[in-house]
């Protein structure tokens, strides 16, 4: 990574942090400002991973008290978000704005967890703007009331690299581990610290000068092996009560041995570098961080304006790396929000590089923080995950409306549809219906998947269909024939049929439909249904 500046000495760190009353007035500050920005958000029913996983495996640890979901097939992810859901259910009741809320608690937490890393390897200012570009930055904003574990194993970890820059072993611990039983590749970032300290051993014992950019770090690096230990008893635990280490076949099979191929994994490294510096109007920070690199340091009073300690960046830089090449091995789906992480690192040094060398850096970064703002609520003009800005709330208005419509006209129904709305409709709790619907499901809403419908008609009597993928108006790569056979092929894409063609497959009629930037739903009253109202009346 670029080079921008030193830590502060430890006696200012001291003063910084001296009496509890500074951190906590920041943690309720942030919080505060986190809530807010998210008020209109906090009532909306589950969405997508959520719903499908997250959400019901807490309810069943608050109804059950087993670790081991059984309303929905364990993927062996460990238990430690579930359980803090649970609680803040036991406590206050289950509702989507006790979920949202709990889980704000966690992105601030997060935030403080960046500030007080950047104020230690970098200064007050720039901890400040880094906070600020994080939480503005799209794909944390958007996690942050979502009930997944990403942004918490991210918490933790910036935790815990603060931690391991002051030198604390027990806390470096202790944090990483708590970072691996919220999900368990939260262990990447204490492994490549680990090796990155036994590299600069190594290399110092070969070096003459003493290699300043290497590690300085004091005594060994078993704390950060610690965090191998929990994560260890979790899998047995799993193991000895569902026969499976990893999760079930089908999520192992399809999160890691239909990952490995050297095509697709040299396609999933070029998008998590872009997802990790490029992504979400991300490219603007790190242009603006590389043009800066060609100007000379700013100098105050005592000299130039200081850098990063090299080492510190290095071992940033070992961070990120390892979850950039470890995510292009593994991980079905290529989503934004496994790099939450590593991306907050990246905005750290980009931020000191411009403190250090621009002179008008705060204008730079209004900008930056302006396109974040504006990438949140816009969509851009090529496929993305709907999870990483705001179009994660078009889909819940959409489902929500389509839910209402049937559950008022169809209460009876047999209805086709596909994941997730085939949760959606049939688990109230879910916050879709106030009572369950019967679903009869399908894959997606491609041609083959609607033609072999057709055939069992007899076993639904309206379709509930909808976009499974964003459909950008001008996409992009439209006419690039080749990258949508990679992505066929690899990544899970396929086209929806729209709704007036579904209709016709199915022999029914559109009697609702909605859209909404890029995604629509509609429902499809089968032509039996609608003859047999007609001769009733």
């Known amino acids: 990574m670029p ?93 989507p704005a006790v979920t949202r809320s709990a889980m704000l608690f966690v992105a601030a937490f997060g935030l403080m967890g960046v500030f007080r890393l950047a104020r230690r390897v970098a200064n007050l200012e720039v901890a400040v703007v880094s906070t600020l570009c994080t939480a503005l930055y799209p794909v944390f904003f958007a996690q942050s009331s979502l009930a997944h574990v990403d942004l918490a194993a991210a918490a933790f970890t ?19 581990s708590l970072a691996a039983l919220a999900k368990e590749t939260a262990v990447l970032a204490p492994l490549a610290l680990w090796f990155w300290e036994i590299a600069s051993r190594l290399l110092r014992k070969k070096s003459r000068d003493g290699s300043s950019w290497l590690s300085t770090r004091k005594g060994g690096s078993l704390d950060l092996l610690v965090p191998l230990v929990p994560l260890a008893f979790w899998y047995v635990y799993h193991y000895l009560h569902t026969g499976y280490v990893f999760g079930n076949p089908e999520f192992f099979r399809y999160n890691v041995q239909a990952t490995l191929n050297p095509l697709r994994i040299f396609l999933a490294l070029a998008l998590r570098l872009w997802q990790t510096f490029g992504y979400m109007q991300l490219g603007l920070l790190t242009l603006a961080m590389l043009l800066a690199m060609w100007r000379p340091p700013l100098r105050e009073e005592g000299g130039e304006r200081p850098r990063i300690a090299v080492p510190v960046q290095l071992a940033f830089l070992a961070v990120v790396a390892a979850y950039i090449f470890a995510m292009s091995f593994i991980g079905g789906a290529v989503l934004a929000r496994y790099m939450l992480p590593a991306v907050p690192l990246v905005i750290i040094v980009a931020i000191s590089t411009l403190w250090r060398r621009v002179y008008y850096w705060r204008a730079v970064v209004l900008i930056v923080a302006l ?32 839910a209402r419509f049937l559950e008022a006209r169809y209460p009876s129904a047999r209805v086709l549809t596909a994941w997730p709305a085939s949760d959606e409709i ?37 379709a509930l269909v909808f976009s499974t993928k964003y459909e950008p108006p001008r996409p992009l790569l439209e006419r690039w024939g080749v990258w ?36 629509w739903i509609a429902v499809i009253e089968i032509a039996r249904v609608r003859e047999a109202s007609a001769s009733v009346h």
Not at 438 to 458: L, N, Q
Not at 484 to 513: N, S, W, Y
């Open 426 to 462: 049939t688990r109230p709790y879910l916050g879709y219906v106030r009572h369950p619907l019967r679903a009869f499901r399908i894959e997606d809403f491609t041609v083959d998947e609607v033609m072999s419908a057709v055939d069992m008609r007899s076993q639904f009597d309206v």
């Open 158 to 176: 910036f935790w815990a690299l603060c931690s391991y820059v002051e030198e604390r072993p027990v806390a470096t611990a202790c944090w990483f």
């Open 484 to 519: 949508e056979r990679l992505k066929m092929r690899f990544f899970g894409f396929h086209r929806d049929l729209p709704p007036a063609a579904a209709a016709q497959i199915l022999g029914g009629e559109t009697v609702f439909a909605e859209k909404r930037e890029g995604q």
């Open 3 to 95: 080079s921008t500046h030193s830590a502060p000495s430890r006696d200012s760190l001291s003063e910084f942090r001296g009496t509890r009353l500074p951190h906590t007035l920041l943690y309720s500050a942030l919080f505060g400002l986190v809530y807010i920005a998210h008020l209109p958000l906090l009532s909306l029913p589950y969405f997508w991973d959520e719903a499908g996983y997250y959400v019901p495996a807490a309810r069943d640890l608050l109804l059950t008290g087993s670790l081991i979901p059984h309303s929905t097939i364990s993927n062996a992810h460990p238990p430690l978000m579930m359980a803090y859901l649970a609680l803040w259910w036991k406590v206050l009741g289950y509702d």
């Open 371 to 402: 396109a974040f703002v504006v990438a949140l609520f816009r969509n851009p003009p090529y496929g993305f995950s709907i999870e990483d800005n705001l179009a994660y709330r078009d889909y819940i208005v959409l489902h929500q409306d389509a």
